[in-house]
Structure formats: C-alpha cells, structure tokens
C-alpha cells in the first residue's frame, strides 16, 4: 500500500504561481510513475502532468505547457512529486489530486490516490 499526501494548495491571484507537493510513504520501494490530476467545479476529473519512475519522462495537457512543471525527488527515505504551477488562470481552479502507479499513462489509471488539495485562482 501506498499512501498519498498532497500539500502547497492555496488561494493566488491570476498570474501567480504555486507549488503543490505528494509525499509518498508505505511501499515507495515500487518503481511508480507518479501524475496530478485536478477537478473543476461541475467539471470531470482531468489529467494534468505525469512523470515516470526515474524522473526522466514527462508529459502535460496542452492547457498546462510552458506554465507547469513536474518534478520528483526519489532520493532515500524520499518519494515526493512536486508540480510547480506559474502564471496561474481563473480556469486552473480546482482540486488537485496525487496519484502513483505502476503505469506512466495520461489517463486516471493509477493504483493509488491522494486527498486533494484546493487550488483557487481570483481574476
């Protein structure tokens, strides 16, 4: 089991930055890519960025390029997943979800998910 903890979300004007973290404990000894998705108000669950096991791979939705940016630390004792959000809209709020799994995909095929964190951006 893998448990999922996702922090740094907040309250930003449009055009500022944030940067959300996913702490990994339990059985982080399994090579997981790692992904954010986030949920809109009255919107579906949508893919945000994902980063394989290495950190050697990446990929975006086309919403968040050249504005987002993941990241991971898997130093020992360490398995966290960073997204670095800059140049934030009104549209990019929403809950921010964590995941991890075995599968390096953009679809919410992954084995494990955090809480979520509040990302609200004001116009």
């Known amino acids: 089991q893998v448990q999922l903890v996702e922090s740094g979300g907040g309250l930003v004007q449009a055009g500022g930055s944030l940067r959300l973290s996913c702490a990994a404990s339990g059985r982080t000894d399994n090579r997981y890519a790692m992904a954010w998705f986030r949920q809109g108000p009255g919107k579906e669950r949508e893919f945000v960025a994902t980063?394989?096991?290495?950190?050697?791979?990446?990929?975006?939705a086309d919403s968040v390029k050249g504005r987002f940016t993941i990241s991971r630390d898997n130093t020992k004792n360490t398995n966290t997943v960073y997204l670095q959000m800059n140049s934030l809209k009104p549209e990019d709020t929403a809950v921010y979800y964590c995941?991890?799994?075995?599968?390096?995909?953009?679809?919410?095929?992954?084995?494990?998910w955090g809480q979520g964190t509040q990302v609200t951006v004001s116009s």
């Open positions: 980063i394989d096991w290495s950190g050697s791979s990446t990929d975006y």
């Open positions: 995941a991890a799994g075995r599968l390096y995909t953009t679809r919410p095929l992954y084995t494990y």
